[in-house]
């Protein structure tokens, strides 16, 4: 037998298999297809242990599905622009487009060592013209349907990145990418229209049953859909009374509590506030306030621990219901962008607005009550607003019913209960109100101060605007030889800006900004259906072959970042005429995080980066592909153990040696089971019982107890060959020899494609013959007839699998003297293991 030599076996099948294009896309439509997509790698140096993990997810099933007779695509392509490249060039006074090849020459030779089976003759970076040419003409389609713009508005501008930053990249009120608090600034920006699309994009979420809940519980979150009414006052004059033309629209999902208006709220920010207070008493409080708002981010704005602040305008709106006035205030817990950016105050049933109340003094009038609330018995027919403070110590947020509140008194009030569709009703007659749905969503702000991105294909003409450049001068390409070091920008770098307009012919400027990389791989997935085309981005004949990808694998970080953007991406493309699909995903895994020994998360920072080379170095690729694997559940996060790979690695290097063992003299064809003797036969059950485990753990992904299950039966296959000569078989040796290796080839490649050829001496490859079959009926057990005692005395006989548990022997004893146990009390349970039970039950 040969010694398991892993780094001679790896470089020959890699090489092989890079020589025979075993990896290249079938493209045979005779075949199921099957697509398998790993999250593409931003190319910031070599790969670390989290891409070894995510990508040897995908190898397995991969290689599995191909086993099973899929034509498979799985490509591989690299996300390469963005900041860290061009960080570091301005830091060597270099190129990004030099870093990030030099990166992605690095990885691409890893992921070969690693033997994954990509057809790289699919693989793109998001870099090159070829590719972001089509994102540049999917925006421009984008534009044409109104579904891109710009806008001036306030915005979250990175300090330490020196760019803008999309809602979904403030993270926890902090930049996702380095963790500095964003600013607000006014600019004008280039957005993408997502927020067309927010009833689709959650609802959309209920058919991706292939989905973990807690991903589609983030993006139904982040899409934030509440139902209730948008409501006019009319600001007062001067006077506080007096009702003038001027309007103030608020959203609210309680319009029940119309009622128990206390108060109205502005934002800091808003421009009407300003006009309010200008030139009073007010407007310094007013000021000081605005200043200090601006420094804090509007998640803790809204923290409902957070102090809230507020200043009086002088100013007062009508209450549409009832008439009556409520003092104006600006409050730092409103925000701008939500809603209509005015808020109706009712302290009685909004805590923030309760503790507002209470610190400034304000009315808290009680108009929805508990009914076991004493001021229920008092103000159940109360129509009038009689009582306007109470001495509660919190709001009253659970549902109740109205009191003081007119003609809906006695009404139950809450979210979407009978008052609000009363009070909504009402209004709506008089014109006051109107039902409304409203989004947290909001548009995809896509542009970025930065040069290593791809330029947004608009010309900003004096004349003419905002004009398209002409699809025939596409791509737009990004010039390679600024002077990064130096500082320059794209804005400063006249060779690129400097242009006609299409449009009128005069001098124009292009636009500078470049898109969010965000964009770029939103849509990469469609491109490596048809990588090559150079008419269109893909073809649709391409992309129906293909899509959706059936196994997406990455990381959870995602959530609303990437996975929202490609949902709303496919539609786009969809209304476009593009393609047929409505999601792109159907069965997402993600991947858990590789932790150091300690389960600190490894990063660069804390030293505690265990590299994949330091594995292959001494162990080769398989051993760690399948110390990885057999560690945890692909989802869950797992400590790096050095244990665990020594472990793996003795594992592979024994059932190395047991395939050796079985294919000597090993011999092909049907194996005659009935024949088969002691420790044979029950080599013969372990193999299709486990067999058909492993198979079904491969189908949900669980490979660490399919790997369990192929170590069952290298235990049983040990014991076989180490038991008499006489109950050897050679059909049976071959079959298990076989077995084995195929249900290890996705997992160890190189391992097995060696076995399968040198061992087997099978020709063509591991990858093209079927995956085993096992049959349910052989995987049972011989049966014995055992007796049923209670107390003693035999009672029943029973059949049951010879190698039953002491717990299934009990349970089948129990059930079949059911009726004489009946009113006993069970003390005790004595097994024999194939013979008997005895029940002690008095
Ligand atoms: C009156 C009211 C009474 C409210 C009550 C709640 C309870 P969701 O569910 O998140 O949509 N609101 C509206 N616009 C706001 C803004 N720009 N900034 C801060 N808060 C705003 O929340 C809707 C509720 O949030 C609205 O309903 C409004 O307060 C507040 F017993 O109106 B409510
Ligand atoms: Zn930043």
Redesign the pocket.
């Known amino acids: 037998i040969p010694a398991y030599d892993a780094e001679a076996i790896e470089t020959k099948w890699q090489k092989t298999w890079a020589d025979e294009e075993l990896y290249k896309t079938d493209e045979d439509p005779s075949k199921p297809k099957k697509y398998v997509l790993e999250m593409f790698p931003y190319p910031s140096g070599d790969l670390h242990m989290g891409h070894a993990r995510n990508y040897t997810i995908g190898d397995a099933m991969a290689r599995q599905a191909r086993m099973r007779g899929y034509d498979v695509l799985h490509p591989m392509g690299f996300d390469a622009f963005g900041l860290p490249a061009e960080n570091a060039a301005i830091k060597h006074n270099t190129q990004a487009s030099v870093w990030t090849h030099k990166n992605i020459a690095q990885a691409v030779k890893t992921m070969k060592r690693m033997g994954f089976s990509y057809d790289y003759d699919r693989t793109f970076n998001t870099c090159d013209p070829e590719y972001y040419k089509w994102g540049q003409w999917m925006f421009l389609k984008m534009w044409e349907k109104g579904l891109a713009y710009r806008s001036t508005s306030p915005v979250n501008w990175c300090p330490s990145c020196n760019t803008v930053l999309a809602n979904e990249q403030v993270v926890e009120g902090r930049c996702w990418r380095c963790g500095s608090v964003p600013e607000k600034r006014e600019l004008s920006q280039w957005y993408l229209k997502i927020t067309d699309y927010a009833q689709e994009l959650l609802d959309d979420l209920d058919k991706l049953t292939g989905w973990p809940e807690n991903v589609k519980a983030q993006q139904r979150n982040w899409i934030g859909r509440?139902e209730?009414a948008e409501i006019d006052f009319a600001l007062a004059a001067e006077d506080g009374v007096t009702p003038t033309d001027r309007k103030i629209t608020v959203?609210?999902?309680?319009a029940d509590?119309l009622f128990g208006v206390s108060f109205f709220l502005l934002?800091p920010e808003s421009p009407l506030a300003a006009e309010l207070v200008a030139g009073t008493e007010y407007e310094v409080a007013f000021n000081e306030l605005k200043a200090a708002t601006e420094k804090v981010s509007s998640v803790d704005r809204q923290g409902s621990e957070r102090e809230k602040h507020g200043v009086f305008t002088g100013r007062y709106v009508i209450n549409p219901i009832n008439g009556r006035p409520a003092p104006i205030w600006v409050a730092d817990?409103?925000?701008m962008d939500?809603?209509t950016?005015a808020?109706?105050g009712?302290p009685c049933?909004?805590q923030r607005d309760f503790d507002f109340a209470k610190k400034y003094g304000l009315e808290i009038a009680p108009i929805i009550c508990e009914k076991d609330d004493p001021l229920y018995e008092q103000l159940k027919d109360e129509k009038e607003l009689k009582v306007t403070s109470v001495d509660w110590d919190h709001a009253m947020e659970a549902e109740g019913y109205l009191v003081q509140s007119g003609e809906f008194t006695g009404l139950k009030g809450g979210k979407h209960s009978e008052a609000v569709e009363a009070i909504i009703k009402w209004l709506g007659e008089r014109g006051l109100g109107r039902e409304k749905v409203?989004f947290r969503l909001r548009d995809w702000l896509i542009s970025r101060q930065r040069y290593w991105g791809n330029p947004i294909p608009m010309i900003h003409c004096d004349c003419c605007g905002d004009v398209p450049v002409p699809y025939d001068q596409l791509p737009v390409t990004l010039p390679d030889n600024l002077d990064l070091g130096a500082g320059e920008t794209l804005a400063e770098y006249v060779p690129f800006y400097e242009t006609t307009c299409p449009k009128c012919g005069k001098p124009a400027k292009r636009i500078t900004d470049t898109m969010d990389t965000f964009t770029c791989s939103s849509w990469y997935y469609l491109r490596y259906c048809d990588p090559h085309n150079d008419e269109a981005p893909f073809s649709k004949e391409a992309v129906n072959r293909w899509m959706p990808v059936d196994n997406y694998i990455g990381g959870i970080e995602h959530a609303i970042l990437h996975l929202l953007y490609s949902r709303f991406w496919t539609k786009v493309l969809r209304d476009l005429g593009m393609i047929d699909e409505d999601e792109p995903f159907t069965n997402l895994l993600c991947q858990g995080m590789v932790k150091d020994e300690n389960g600190d998360v490894m990063s660069k920072s804390k030293g505690n980066v265990v590299p994949p080379s330091s594995v292959i170095g001494p162990y080769g690729a398989d051993t760690m592909r399948l110390a990885i694997l057999f560690i945890a559940p692909p989802e869950k996060d797992f400590d790096w153990d050095p244990k665990a790979v020594a472990g793996a690695n003795r594992f592979i290097k024994r059932a190395w040696n047991i395939v050796w063992q079985l294919s000597q003299g090993a011999e092909t064809g049907e194996v005659d089971h009935k024949a088969l003797k002691g420790s044979a036969a029950e080599l013969f059950r372990t193999l299709n019982g486990m067999g058909i485990k492993c198979t079904a753990d491969f189908d949900r992904g669980q490979f660490n107890t399919a790997i369990s299950a192929v170590m069952e039966i290298v235990n049983a296959a040990s014991k076989y060959l180490n038991d008499e000569a006489d109950v050897r078989d050679a059909r049976l040796d071959f079959r298990v020899a076989n077995d084995i290796v195929a249900m290890l080839a996705p997992i160890c490649p190189h391992w097995a494609e060696e076995l399968y050829h040198e061992a087997l001496h099978l020709t063509g490859s591991v990858y093209n013959q079927p995956w085993p079959a096992f049959d349910a009926e052989l995987a049972k057990g011989d049966e014995v007839e055992i007796a049923v005692q209670i107390k003693g005395k035999v009672r029943g006989r029973i059949t049951v699998a010879a190698d039953a548990s002491d717990d299934e022997m009990t349970e089948a004893a129990k059930a079949a003297v059911a009726d004489q146990l009946e009113g006993k009390d069970i003390k005790k349970v004595i097994v024999v293991k194939g013979r008997l039970v005895n029940i002690v039950a008095i």
């Open positions: 509440s209730g959203f609210t999902t309680r509590t934002p817990y409103v925000l939500y809603g950016g808020v109706m009712v049933g909004d409203q």
